[in-house]
């Protein structure tokens, strides 16, 4: 029907629909109406009122008729008929409660993993920061290097330049993160936030609840605007939710800060992953970030940003006019600037926070509940095609007594909407329930507030409405093709009997197994390659000691220790440590490996090594406490250790490693050579051998160390190689810290193990969620071949007695069944193994040391796979292996 | 109170399309101008017209409205709808073509 039509004919068809009984009344009417106008013309004809009351109702003919034939020419109602079958649907699935529940069950959880994970791709990588204006905007910012895949930090003034020049970005913000001892009472606690620059929440158009924002100059100077805007969570946690906090003062790692704002509730700055608890002005930076005043050195790369494009302009366009403004920079300020450009990321690929490090698992997710979606219909399409071979009486006799098959479509159709609408929303709602599920399967670590929410927004409520629509279509079609060859008069008559593996019509039935069966075998490969690439990974060695070495710090800022007094205090402790009984050795170092501190890192320059034209060299480095090496475990190759005679008088010393060693020196042993480090030269006094520095997956790099006391920190971790178990060395810690200062808090002590663990969690989460949901595909898989062997047995009840009756033995039928529910199970293997070749190859971020097509894998989920068919089978061949031949021969 | 043949049926909407287009009429003067138009050559029964007029106001052809009739007793009125009117002259064509066809055929036959 065209739309102008529906225009005309949708008021009367409301009508009749919502009011048939009005519409009736008028119908009645109009012809009581026309009788009285016969009957008037029959008497003025001169017959009498009651034979003129005859003539007429002979001529109308039968009213009750009239009426039906005006009800029938109404009828074709869609909207009538959709509501009829809505309710004759509902019956149905009443009817057979075992099998709504199932099927509306399998879709729930099709459904609700997909809707789960839209809604982390949404609050992870789409939308990540709710309170956050024009996200759709938003690009993140940070450095490029010639030679360098992974994006580096910006300079301040690099920023500064690029903020000045971009036409085509509306804003840009500098949001970095960093942590902070803070103290209230006397009890101190590490908090998570960030430096920002002055403009950050007009950029991001979040106002304080409280208080109010930075101001424009509070981005200029050093250490002249100690101002701080605090979260909602540590307003209402810490400061007990006073109303009265602006303008009260706050130590920050010692330094007092006044509190000026407090962040609006479900605002959790911009980092994903984690809750901001506060935020400090840039001018704040050398209090916050070691390694000395950064706002004027255009060679401190320390900083992330943000950039909010201006309407219409695309990110290539935004991209190509940052890229001229770095040439500019990189021709104005060689030095500094040399190799060096600037990138623009999609939020969902932003380089330096837990988006980027989220997007291969998340990716790989998509895919993974796209086949369990799959999986789950199948077997909701295979349950249905049960049903409608039982209600094929019902179907024939509809079509029988004249109902078009476009009619019985329709029903079918509506039955799978029932289905698929309560499997959405169940969906939907376990969806909203597993939405904070990803931070349970992240490591909690103290201090920090980890923050990854899923987001149930509208796009999402459209994607699973979109979802449900199609599920609609599979599972009403399913059943409908079975009655598109519905032989009325053989159907009519009584069902007759069937042979095992023998019946052509279950066909359909059969492949929906196979394909069940191929897509969890895929499942089953990708779970099995995580799980072992995860233990590979945990196992592997980073190049350094990591079950018998714990970590920890001292909160020496926050007990506001200067230089000299830190200096005392690391000396008189490490002398402690080291003769606590169990302890091998101990030293400190700026950045714990694979941690989230962030490396120094410096221009270098060497004797006798020519950079190439185009590139300025530049290399991370740690601050490292003589008896790092030891500490570690990680062997030098030539030279020696740092010492104690090391210090702050003594000429400067480094330690490369051996990447290093072979990219600047040639392979040649550079001990007593000379390496430029932040513009002073220092001695080559060892090498060292190659570890992980940020991650475990990174290839060999060129790294350096540099003695703590010549590149000084107060407040470094701790290192203990012991063979004490952790709680008996943390203890032992406690004490001889407060023999030095009572006051003094410990942060948390962890194992180097837990440091890898922590660093790989993301293939935890990956690891987790593939097998949670493999499980389930095959849960449904199983499901589905026990549903189709034990429906084939039950419908080949009189062939198994005959074949008992001839002699077969229940053991000959047990096999018969099986070797029939393996035979299905094979083919789905193939597919799925042939599948699994060609999918797993996606997986590639995700996989660490583990061919794609590591043949154990396939191998071990083969035999899960076969296990799991096996048993699915095993109770209807009991079944079948149980016929009683002479009863079903008699029946 | 038979059913009217096919032939009529396709055109009894035709038909009550135009007597409507000329002005709203409730069903007791439609059937009895259909009797007058084609003086009972088509056999056109009371019985049929109502659902066809049914039909036609579900297809959104024509509309209805309680009005008082001429001896001022209420009574449904049908009228024409634009689409209506633009049915009538779809189907006016098409019959003029199928009935040129058709006595076409039918003096090719005399001849």
Partial sequence: MRVEQWFYSLPVRLRSFLHPNQADQELKEELREHLEQQIKENVAKGMSPEEARYAALRTLGGITQIEQQCRDARGGNVIEDFFQDLRYGFRQLVRSPGFSALAILCLTLGIGANAAVFSWVEGILFRPYPAVAHQERLLALAGTAQGERRATSLSWPDFLDLRRNCTLCEDSFVSKITGSSLSIGDHAETAVGSIVSANYFDAIGVHPMLGRGFDPGDDVGNDSHPVVVISYQLWRNRFKGDPQIIGKAQRFDNVPHTIIGVAPEGFYGTFVGWAMQFWVPASMEETFESGGYKLEDRGARWIEAYVRLKPEVSRAQAQQEISAIASRLETTYPATNRGRGFGLWALWQTPFNNAGTLLPTLEVMVA??????????????????????????EMSVRLAIGASRVRLLKQLLTEGLILAALGTAGGLLAAYWCRHALVLLLPARSGVAMYLPGEIDGRVMALSIGICLIVTLIVGIIPALQTRNLDLAGALKAESSAVVGAR???????????????????????????????????????????TSVVTSGVSLVAAGYDVPRAKTFQDELMDRVSVLPGVQSAAFARVTPLGYGSYSSTPIAVDGYQPPLEEQPSIEYNQVSPGYFTTLGIPLFSGRDFTRTDDENAPPVAIVNRTMMTLYWGGQDPIGRRLQVKGSWARVVGVAADSKYESMRETARPFFYVPLRQDFVRAPALYIHTNQPLPAMLAALVREVHALDANLALYEMITLQEQVNRSTSPQLVAVTLVSILGGLALLLAGVGLYGVMSYAVAQSRRELGLRMALGASAANLLRLVISRGLRLTAGGILFGAAAALALTRLLGKLLYNVSPHDPWVFGSALAVMAATAISACLLPAWRAARTDPARVLRE | MSKPSDLVQGTLDMLILKILALQPWNGWDIGQRLKQISSDVLGVSDGSLYPALHKLEHRGWIRSQWKASENNRRAKFYSLTQLGRKQLERETTNWNRVSAAISGIVKLKEA
């Fill in chain 1, 504 to 546: 052509k019509k279950a066909w359909m039935r059969s492949g929906l197994v196979v394909l069940q069966v191929c897509l969890s075998f895929v499942l089953l490969v990708g779970a099995a390659l995580l799980l072992e690439s995860l233990q590979k990974i945990r196992t592997a060695s980073p190049g350094f000691i990591t």
């Fill in chain 1, 368 to 393: 993974v509940v796209a086949f369990v979606l799959l999986i789950a219909c199948a077997n909701v399409g295979n349950l249905l095609l049960v049903r409608s071979f039982a209600r094929r009486h």
